[in-house]
């Protein structure tokens, strides 16, 4: 009914402005026959200047019911006689070039000249309102709205047909299909009320049905023997997945063991030189204690000789000679020293073994609040003779809160990072007899703990930034890198402890990695749930 209004409506709009239009051509060319008319009457009368002659031509007009206002014009364009209707307006001014008929004001006005033998003689202009062709505008109108009102009723008619025929039939369609989605039963099938288009539609639709309860059923068994293979691929995933961990942390314990091993002549001279040291003074106390020793025997003659009264006097220089022999103002002065130089070597060694047990942590207490400042500081110690040939390194320690790490993984990591740093200032620094400068940042940053490591060496080249954390990636000859190192140390950061490892270079200028680590247990969390 809409689409049938709607399409009504727009022909009988367009039909009624063009009936309009029409009316208004053909009202213009009756007054302009009209006027052609009165100028032919009233050319001689304008020629003879006969003003009688011309008002009584132009109340002829009166016979016309739509003509207001009638006015003729002479050559000099001044109104020479003119009729109007009721209290209609007078004459307007006469134009001095427009010609022919115009709306105005709901009338419609007409200006022509008058020609006669081929002269203009004047003018003539008629006003006339648009009574009658209002009229017949009214009644298409109303015609149109009857023919709409009747075509209207003939389609609510249609329609109120076809919705018994199609509509219906349809609804029923629709219902049966909301039925079998809400219930998910595919076995419900549709009643065919004929053989007509609407039949067609309700077997298409109950094949399309039966074929959907096929396919449900296979989905069904193709369902249930997914998941017995979803589980029998889970259990060997599980079996797979505990593999992978037990191999990963195998890897990254022989990879830890593979740095220390690499450390381990380096750690053996820098504990081989105070033990070295402390051997040359025990050494030395024990000749002196066997010196002092001799003295203190023969004090010990001479002093049971005084005790017995006997004379003592040979016994007293004996004691002198022996004195002098062993030279005991200088092991009187050395042997402190000797002991105190044997104690600082011991303390190096012992400094060096905690450093070595605090960088494996091997009190293994896992997941724990640590202090990454003194974690680093091992962490040099251990590395000093891998550093201290090729770059001073610097510290500068900020003052950050404890960490909740694994923090034998960290020190794993800060100690790759150093070794790097050391290669790569090597292969600046090589044959120069120089060194390159590694410094070491600690900061805290809102909640998360920044370490940076910088260093002076030849950089990273822009071809290798985005594989230098792939595994077994290397740059280095043979047998100084497995290209395990970053990838493990990125895993252990990123995976294990939820910060990041990223890094910023500049080639023959030096790189800074940044390792951040959050404060607040993101670690504790996850080892919590894996438990």
Known sequence: MLSSGLALLVVSTVLSFYARATLLRAKAQELC????????????????????????????????????????????????????????????ARPSTRTGSYLLSGHMLLFEQIVLRGHTEGAIFLESDLKDVNRQIDRFLVIVLLVLLVSLSLALMLASVLQHIVSEPIQQLAATALSVDERQDYSIRATKQGNDEVGVLFDAFNRMLGRIQRRDIELLHAQNDLEKKVEQRTAHLNILMEDNKKMEMELRHAQKLEAVGSLAAGIAHEINTPIQFVNDNVHFL?????????????????????????????????????????????????????????????????????????????????????????????TLIVARNELKYVADVQCFFGDIPLVVCSLGDLNQVFLNLLINAAHAIGDVVKG???????????????????????????????????KIFDPFFTTKEVGRGTGQGLAIARSIVVNKHGGTLTFETESDRGTTFYVRLPVNGVVANREAVTR
């Open 33 to 92: 026959t009209a006027a052609q008319m009165v100028g032919f009457n009233s050319a001689a009368a304008l020629t003879f200047r006969d003003t009688r002659a011309a008002e009584a031509i132009l109340g002829a007009l009166r016979a016309n019911d739509n003509v207001i206002v009638a006015c003729t014009y002479g050559v000099d364009g001044k109104v020479f006689a003119s009729y109007h209707r009721g209290e209609a307006a007078g004459c307007p």
């Open 286 to 378: 024990r000749d002196a204690f066997r010196a002092i020793s001799e003295v203190l025997a023969k004090y010990e003659i001479a002093c049971e000789a005084i005790s017995q009264g006997s004379l003592a006097a040979q016994f007293a220089a004996e004691a002198a000679a022996q004195r002098e022999t062993t030279d005991w103002d200088f092991l009187h002065e050395e042997i402190p020293k000797a002991i105190d130089q044997a104690i600082e070597g011991l303390a190096h060694v012992a400094t060096i073994v905690r450093a070595m047990k605090e960088f494996s942590h091997v009190d293994h207490r896992g997941i724990a609040a640590a202090n990454l400042n003194q974690a680093m500081q091992s």
């Open 432 to 466: 120069t007899g120089g060194k390159g400068r590694i410094e070491i940042r600690t900061r805290q940053d809102g909640s998360s703990v920044e370490i940076a490591i910088s260093d002076t060496g030849t950089g990273i080249p822009e071809e290798i930034r985005d």
